[in-house]
């Protein structure tokens, strides 16, 4: 991987800026940006702005015409080598006279891979590794659905100083401030579906509708996903008004009743059928190989009690969990908890995790973690991806 100037360090960095543009805009593709320097000053940059629009590296060379030749390319993910919607990057920066090509990580995507090696049998010097890990921040979502077939799993929740997630009355809105919960419709707008559960869908009635603050554009909106093990959700919830976000998936038993399936699908939703979990829950693992099966890269999840318990300590789905911590304290033996569930019999049972960030939103806490038991990918020398469960990985 070798060193890196602090020069060299600042190119890339403004290619990652400029590529987190693309943050809820790009899926199913990842963020890309893209730097050409020459004689140590940017002549241009790119970023990619969505499906079947021109690549970061395609956009910067346009804007650099022929001020590209002899210039040197900084991008945080390695060019592509294939046909797709765009044409190959690798031929477009060979046919720009561009001498030199840094890029952070290789594409874990074998039809677009390659492209490191299209440019040196061309005589270009190419350099992989240039901020490693921040590249792979950026874009978990994509490498570890592109490696693994499953989503990458954010879990959001917020408490109470004394972890409670509402009063003994069942009031929860609002647990936490404004700025969180702005935070929170960041992170939904990023992901490719959000999802709760029975409990939560009744008490809430959320929409679970995006409502990105400023001037945040958006490529969609992400898809509704609710757990009802037997289909019994009223149908006047918001999850089921269509003019809320589109069409909604209801994950249910396998053996929940046919007549409540096809109502539910009459009315423009989809119902897809999991197995149970010996304690008698919808198998998360399950419910999110079917995501992943259907595209999806990413799965954000707002969890009650019970649902959290399933994806933190039963199951351990999550690969990055956000807390926001309130300062105030509830009370009361019958306010519900952060996790609910049986919990671990033996404190060395319990999972550990690992808070990667701590900071705040407005007046609350919040706790950026990262489970030991999370999936993340790990570039290798040869251009292909390994896996440990550590490090700070998940856009946001």
Not at 5 to 12: A, G, H, I, S
Not at 25 to 49: D, F, Q, Y
Not at 114 to 142: H, K, M, T
């Amino acid at each position: 991987m070798g060193q890196f100037t602090e020069k060299q360090n600042l190119f890339m960095r403004q290619a990652l800026r400029l590529a987190r543009q693309g943050w809820g805009m790009v899926s199913p593709n990842p963020m890309v940006g893209a730097v050409l320097v020459k004689r140590g000053k940017v002549i241009a940059e790119g970023w990619h702005t969505g499906p079947g629009q021109p690549h970061a590296e395609a956009d910067a060379i346009a804007k650099a015409g022929k001020r590209a030749e002899g210039s040197e390319l900084y991008v945080n993910l390695e060019p592509c080598a294939h046909q797709g919607r765009t044409p190959p990057c690798a031929d477009a920066i060979i046919k720009a006279g561009i001498s030199k090509v840094w890029y952070s990580i290789p594409d874990p995507n074998p039809r677009a891979k390659g492209g490191a090696g299209i440019l040196r049998d061309a005589g270009l010097s190419v350099s992989q590794g240039l901020l490693e890990e921040e590249a792979l921040e950026l874009n978990q979502f994509y490498i570890k659905h592109t490696l693994t077939g499953i989503p990458f799993v954010v879990l959001k929740t917020a408490a109470s100083l004394d972890g409670k997630i509402a009063t003994s009355s069942g009031d929860s809105r609002w647990i936490s401030s404004k700025v969180a919960r702005n935070f929170g419709h960041h992170l939904r707008a990023g992901v490719d579906a959000v999802m709760i559960g029975r409990t939560t869908a009744e008490k809430d009635d959320p929409e679970l509708s995006a409502r990105p603050f400023g001037k945040r554009k958006m490529h969609r909106e992400p898809l509704r996903v609710v757990l009802d093990p037997t289909l019994r959700l009223p149908r006047d919830l918001k999850l089921f008004d269509r003019d809320f976000g589109g069409p909604t998936l209801v994950f249910c038993a396998e053996d929940a009743p046919d007549k409540e399936s096809k109502a539910l699908e009459k009315l423009g939703h989809k119902v897809a059928r999991v197995p149970r979990t010996p304690k008698g829950l919808l198998s998360l693992e399950a419910a999110l190989a079917k995501l992943g099966k259907m595209g999806l890269q990413s799965v954000l999840i707002e969890p009650g009690a019970t649902l959290a318990a399933s994806a933190l300590i039963e199951e351990k789905v999550a690969d990055l969990v956000h807390v926001f911590i309130a300062p105030k304290f509830l009370g009361g033996q019958d306010s519900p908890s952060m996790i609910g569930g049986d919990g671990v019999a033996n404190l060395a049972d319990a999972p550990l995790q690992d808070i990667v960030k701590l900071g705040r939103k407005g007046p609350d806490l919040h706790l950026t973690i990262r489970p030991e038991t999370a999936w993340t990918a790990v570039p290798l020398p040869d251009g292909t991806y390994g896996s440990k469960a550590s490090g700070t990985m998940g856009p946001g």
